[in-house]
Structures are given as C-alpha cells and as structure tokens.
Nanobody, 121 residues
C-alpha cells in the first residue's frame, strides 16, 4: 500500500501565502505524475496543478501565475507554493500520485486525506 500525507494547510488572509507538502510512503517503486486537486463546498473537485515525472507541470486556469508546484523525487514529496491567495481558493486540497509498486506494474492512483485551506480576513 501507499500512503500520502498532506500538511501545511491553515487559515490565511487574502493576499497571503501558504506552502503545502505531500509525502508519499509505502510500497513505491516509481512515481509517475503527482498532482494537487481541490474541492470547495458544493463544488466538484478540480485540478490545481499536475507535474509528471521529468516533464513540465500544468496548472488550472484559476491558479496560473500564483501557484507553483514542485516535487522532490528523492524524498517522494510534492509541494505547492500558493501566493496571492484569494477567498475563492478556500477548499480542501488533495494530493494524488500515480504509483507503480514494483517493476512493470501498471500505475495506480493514490490519494491523500486532504488539508483545509481557508482564505479569509
């Protein structure tokens, strides 16, 4: 099994910054893409940012220019630097990872439990 644990969420004022982290552990042979999604109350889950292994990241339109995704492959950790936060960024943020648990295995999507980000004055 693979576990993803997010951290770094909290309450921040509009215009502020937060940095989320997601640490993957368990039966990991390789991690393909990693991504952040978010879900606000009453809304569908949406892609925030996705970063494939060895490729450039892509971002949701609403966060382009404000959020930066990165990953540390040695530590199996994903990050999300969020700047210029807006009230509409308030949501539960989820980490996902496409993981192969052994050589030749088809990648499987794993999800974290989520971390709350609240942007409010």
């Amino acid at each position: 099994q693979v576990q993803l644990v997010e951290s770094g969420g909290g309450l921040v004022q509009p215009g502020g910054s937060l940095r989320l982290s997601c640490a993957a552990s368990g039966s990991i042979f390789s991690i393909w893409a990693m991504a952040w999604y978010r879900q606000a109350p009453g809304k569908q889950r949406e892609l925030v940012a996705r970063i494939p292994s060895g490729a450039n990241p892509n971002y949701g339109d609403s966060v382009k220019g404000r959020f930066t995704v990165s990953r540390d492959n040695a530590e199996n950790t994903l990050y999300l630097q969020m700047n210029s936060l807006k009230p509409e960024d308030t949501a539960v943020y989820y980490c996902s990872a496409e993981v192969s648990s052994f050589r030749g295995a088809v990648p499987y999507d794993f999800w974290g439990q989520g971390t709350q980000v609240t942007v409010s004055s």
